[in-house]
């Protein structure tokens, strides 16, 4: 029976991409029906294309890296969930620690401390959103070419932790006391935290799904019938209750921050503290998880690729030099088979799956260019929404900001349990690019609706001057607008939808679309968007005031839509060739120079102990 091999497909983009002969992975069959397909465990091409696809039982060792995201999570939100109002608001009247006194007239009050204004409160949360998601190249860096993803996750919680600490010490009653001096301290515990916290994020993500190594194989159902367990699906799952995880982690900050006008603004943060604290002890613990070692070369190599193909194709003429990108064979130069024995180059130390998975992720790099411009809507709800509900009639507000993430956790498993199985079993193939361009789409619904709720607040608010988070009465007390703050419970929910088509995705794609001991750093290529998002956000700083919010948040919902419209449509090439994609590295070959091929791709043996004796379908 044959091997359904690699081949070369130039797309109407002139790209080179190598890609498995089958109609269904994208393009039309080259391979007869008994072919096996590249990295299965005997499937055939026949079987492929028929038969359901369905995912694999979710093994314990990714639970418990589940459970060290959720700890981070926790720790992350508790203390950036009050930050706004932190920064943003004054002492209540009688407070020393930033709570809202007991007492009927104080009602409607809001929880603050450092009276710095909205635009200073707006650059704290947005520098502390940049930081944090450019410090994972540290951590992708460390873990990918240095110490690995354990070792470098147990080194960062404990820096961490010393940004705990600090906050903690720029949050007491004596530091609020001098504001210039907390706010200082809250700028270094930012930094800190931001080191710790995005060193992790970098390599939780890619350690979670590298836990499991399945192969794709057909099983029968105790129903009679064949099916396919497959790693793409299995791995979407997985990111599914990771990202759930994540979520939890943010709603369970309701027990750090019990939110603005209830409790204080200082000693919440040490909840997280003593949260964080165990961290490192757990993953103690958790260490027993699957890891791939780190190869300091990798980088280099991947580098090697890219320059040894663009070689002399640069030309100071611009036209010239895209031509020459787009020809056929562009990445041949970097491949050991195009060159006869005893002719191969000694630089080139890879084998030609390889020079596969370098396009493969330069492709995915492409479709996370596009992500900063969701981000900008996701980066509202964080401080935004917050100043849109502080001009409302507190009511409740307790789970008002827990409201997204309370989404996500009940939308995902709807979405994981059934709506996914059922849009397989009907043959509809929703891929990550489908789902990306889906999560634009509600991103620019939920900017719409807080636009259309902004203009309504304004209208109603007692002082007329469109900043109605800062009008008080003839006694100095909050006079908000007339309406309930639940009515912006909106934009809240329509974010946490789109979250799970958009930044849930992004994950499972930079996962799948990595070399094996890659992901990390292409992982923290994906989180670096944010912080373009947040630099975006930084040059509108003179729009980001409470008067502006309409003009805002209804341009954050134009640019939502059309660069939602462009990427489906400039990446639908891609997106049929997403299954081609997903099994380039994972097929027989030669490996790395000085190692055995098992090391350079990931061996499993079914049944093997770290999967989980009772692994079998989840349908």
Same mark, same amino acid.
């Not at 917050?386 to 507000?397: N, Q, R, S, W």
């Not at 990550?432 to 608010?461: C, D, N």
């Given at each position: 029976m044959a091997t359904a091999a690699y081949e070369t497909e130039k797309n109407p983009k002139g790209d080179d991409v190598s890609v498995l002969g089958s109609e269904k992975q994208g393009h039309e069959g080259s391979f007869d029906d008994d072919s096996i397909v590249e990295g299965s465990e005997g499937v055939t091409q026949r079987e492929f294309t028929t038969l359901r696809l369905v995912p694999d039982k979710i093994n314990f060792s990714s639970w418990l890296v589940i459970i060290v995201e959720f700890a981070e999570r926790w720790s992350y939100y508790g203390t950036i969930n009050v930050l706004n109002n932190y920064v943003r608001a004054p002492l209540p009247q009688g407070s020393r620690d930033g709570s809202v006194p007991p007492g009927p007239k104080h009602g409607n009050g809001i929880a603050g401390a450092l009276n710095k204004g909205q635009q200073k409160s707006f650059t704290v949360r947005t520098f502390n959103s940049f930081w944090f998601y450019v410090t994972p190249w540290i951590g992708g860096i460390i873990a990918d070419c240095y110490l690995g993803r354990y070792n470098t996750i147990m080194l960062f919680s404990i820096v961490c932790l010393a940004g705990h600490i600090i906050l903690v010490g720029s949050a007491t009653p004596p530091s609020i006391a001098n504001p210039d001096q907390a706010y200082g301290l809250l700028f270094l515990a930012v930094i800190v935290m931001g080191i710790g916290g995005g060193a992790i994020k970098a390599n939780v993500s890619p350690m979670i799904a590298e836990q499991y190594t399945g192969k794709l194989r057909k099983v029968t159902l105790p129903s009679g019938e064949d099916v396919l367990i497959s790693p793409a699906v299995t791995i979407q799952r997985i990111y599914n209750w990771f990202y759930a995880a994540i979520n939890w982690g943010s709603a369970g900050a309701i027990s750090a921050s019990f939110l603005p006008g209830i409790t204080d603004t200082g000693p919440h943060s040490s909840s997280p503290l003593v949260y964080s604290s165990w961290f490192p002890l757990f993953s103690l613990w958790v260490g027993r998880v699957h890891c791939h070692s780190a190869s300091g070369s990798i980088l280099l190599e991947t580098l090697r690729v890219i320059t040894m193909c663009i070689g002399d194709k640069l030309s100071w003429n611009p036209r010239q030099t895209v031509k020459q990108f787009r020809a056929p064979g562009f990445w041949d130069v970097a491949r050991p088979s195009s060159y006869r024995d005893g002719e191969l180059p000694s630089r080139i130390t890879w084998d030609d799956q390889f020079v596969g998975e370098v396009v493969r992720t330069l492709k995915a790099c492409q479709v996370f260019t596009a992500l900063p411009f969701f981000y900008l809507c @996701?980066?509202?709800?964080?401080?935004?929404?917050?100043?849109?509900?502080?001009?409302?009639?507190?009511?409740?507000?307790?789970?008002?900001?827990?409201?997204?993430?309370?989404?996500?956790?009940?939308?995902?498993?709807?979405?994981?349990?059934?709506? @996914?199985?059922?849009?397989?079993?009907?043959?509809?193939?929703?891929?990550?690019?489908?789902?990306?361009?889906?999560?634009?789409?509600?991103?620019?619904?939920? =900017?719409?609706?807080?636009?259309?709720?902004?203009?309504?607040?304004?209208?109603?608010?007692?002082?007329?001057?469109?900043?109605?988070?800062?009008?008080?009465?003839?006694?100095?007390?909050?006079?908000?607008?007339?309406?309930?703050?639940?009515?912006?419970?909106?934009?809240?929910?329509?974010?946490?939808?789109?979250?799970?088509?958009?930044?849930?995705?992004?994950?499972? @794609?930079?996962?799948?679309?990595?070399?094996?001991?890659?992901?990390?750093?292409?992982?923290?290529?994906?989180?670096? =968007?944010?912080?373009?998002?947040?630099?975006?956000?930084?040059?509108?700083?003179?729009?980001?005031?409470?008067?502006?919010?309409?003009?805002?948040?209804?341009?954050?919902?134009?640019?939502?839509?059309?660069?939602?419209?462009?990427?489906?449509? @400039?990446?639908?090439?891609?997106?049929?060739?997403?299954?081609?994609?997903?099994?380039?590295?994972?097929?027989?070959?030669?490996?790395?120079?000085?190692?055995?091929?098992?090391?350079?791709?990931?061996?499993?043996?079914?049944?093997?102990?770290?999967?989980?004796?009772?692994?079998?379908?989840?349908?």
């Open positions: @996701y980066s509202q709800i964080d401080g935004n929404l917050g100043t849109v509900a502080a001009g409302m009639k507190l009511d409740l507000i307790i789970f008002l900001r827990n409201l997204n993430p309370i989404v996500i956790i009940i939308i995902i498993p709807i979405m994981d349990l059934l709506v @996914y199985p059922a849009l397989r079993r009907n043959g509809f193939n929703f891929t990550p690019i489908k789902r990306i361009t889906l999560g634009f789409f509600i991103a620019g619904l939920a =900017m719409l609706y807080a636009a259309i709720l902004q203009k309504f607040v304004y209208e109603q608010s007692p002082c007329h001057d469109n900043l109605p988070s800062e009008c008080v009465d003839e006694n100095g007390d909050p006079n908000p607008a007339p309406i309930n703050v639940w009515i912006v419970a909106g934009p809240y929910i329509l974010v946490g939808m789109a979250e799970i088509f958009t930044s849930l995705v992004a994950n499972e @794609y930079a996962f799948t679309k990595s070399p094996k001991r890659m992901k990390s750093t292409v992982m923290a290529f994906s989180l670096f =968007m944010q912080a373009i998002s947040a630099a975006l956000n930084l040059a509108l700083t003179a729009v980001n005031t409470e008067d502006k919010f309409t003009w805002l948040f209804g341009s954050f919902a134009i640019v939502a839509w059309i660069v939602g419209l462009v990427f489906f449509f @400039y990446f639908r090439d891609l997106d049929k060739q997403e299954a081609a994609l997903n099994v380039i590295g994972t097929g027989s070959r030669k490996g790395f120079a000085n190692e055995t091929a098992d090391v350079t791709t990931a061996v499993h043996h079914h049944g093997e102990e770290k999967l989980g004796k009772a692994a079998g379908p989840i349908v």
